[in-house]
């Protein structure tokens, strides 16, 4: 399709199968990797997928952003949202005129000190609908889903995000572009918040467990309700049904452990902000009482302080 060139950052389970699909439709993806890097570096990745299991040897491998020697069209930043993941510095050296600066990861109220870093870059923000993991440097698993929705932040769209998604599409990855990308970070947490932190503090149970035993899965209802109110106060009125559609789609959805919980599960650190911290603040501000949410909030701080010790 093209030749465009794709700086990947932060090589895991999101970052490598989705490079690897921008591969399969032509482009030259390279990867910046860490604890994986002299694995990815000899062999690349192998992705075993439920849409069919595919190999992925990057153009490129890096330890840092400032070994990269082109100027990327597109530079993707698919690393964890925390405090001390500096973003900014690291992709400073990277980031030349023409980079498209694409954020695929979790949250809500990621972008701005991105934008405000780079003014002069197309800033595309980017969610992604998937199950997969890294169960080992450069084994990938992908198990359900895989779908994309992304569009310019804080708004609108370009015909880089439009060749971007159509990349994705070339190569069967479901992408659709959008002009109000807040709407669906925000459609996104209603299932994040709930079912992210609730797989850890129920004492490391998957979507299965949750949603066969009631007392949890109310819980996840309770705190998508919050969820919304929030949204709404932010002019995004959500779909009526989204709370009972989120249910249902978990129910059928394969017994899948959270983003959060492996991260908990190998000591890692969560993303407490990003998904939940964010969220309540938004509420504290707009004076939303939100107490499950606060409950939520407190517990897991400290269940992710105690798993770092």
């Known amino acids: 399709m093209n030749n465009n060139k794709v700086l990947i950052v932060g090589a895991g389970g999101v970052g490598s199968y989705f490079g690897g699909r921008l591969a399969q ?14 694995k990815v570096k000899k062999n690349g990745f192998e992705i075993k997928s439920v849409n069919g299991d595919f190999s992925f040897k990057p153009a490129g491998v890096y330890r840092s952003c400032s070994e990269y020697p082109e100027t990327a069209d597109y530079l993707i930043v698919t690393t964890k949202v925390l405090p001390e993941i500096n973003v900014i510095e690291i992709i400073k050296p990277a980031v030349r005129p023409g980079t498209a600066i694409v954020l695929l990861q979790n949250g809500i109220e990621i972008e701005k000190n991105i934008a405000a870093a780079f003014p002069g870059n197309e800033l ?6 998937i199950g997969v993991f890294q169960n080992g440097n450069g084994r990938i698993e992908h198990l359900a889903s895989g779908r994309l929705k992304m569009g310019v932040y804080p708004g609108g769209l370009s015909e880089k995000t439009k060749l971007l998604s159509a990349a994705f599409n070339q190569a069967g ?4 572009a959008v002009d109000n990308i807040e709407f669906f970070r925000w459609v996104k947490l209603v299932w994040n918040t709930p079912y992210n932190p609730v797989s850890v503090l129920a004492g490391g149970v998957d979507t299965k467990v949750i949603s066969t035993t009631k007392t949890l899965e109310d819980l996840c209802a309770t705190l998508m309700k919050e969820v919304c109110a929030v949204a709404g106060s932010r002019g995004m009125e959500l779909p009526e049904n989204i709370i009972q559609s989120n249910l249902d789609y978990t129910r059928n959805f394969p017994p899948y452990k959270t983003s959060m919980l492996l991260d ?3 000591k890692r650190p969560l993303e407490v902000e990003a998904i939940v911290g964010n969220v309540l603040r938004i509420a504290q501000a707009a004076e939303i009482p939100v107490p499950y949410l606060e ?4 517990l ?8 770092r010790s």
Do not use: H, K
């Open 124 to 129: 595309i923000s980017s969610i992604a609908y």
């Open 173 to 176: 990855v479901e992408c659709e």
């Open 295 to 298: 409950t939520v909030y407190a």
């Open 300 to 307: 897991l701080v400290s269940a992710d302080i105690q798993n």
């Open 25 to 38: 439709a032509g482009m030259e993806v390279s990867v910046v990797c860490r604890s994986n890097y002299e």
């Open 264 to 266: 908990f599960e190998n």
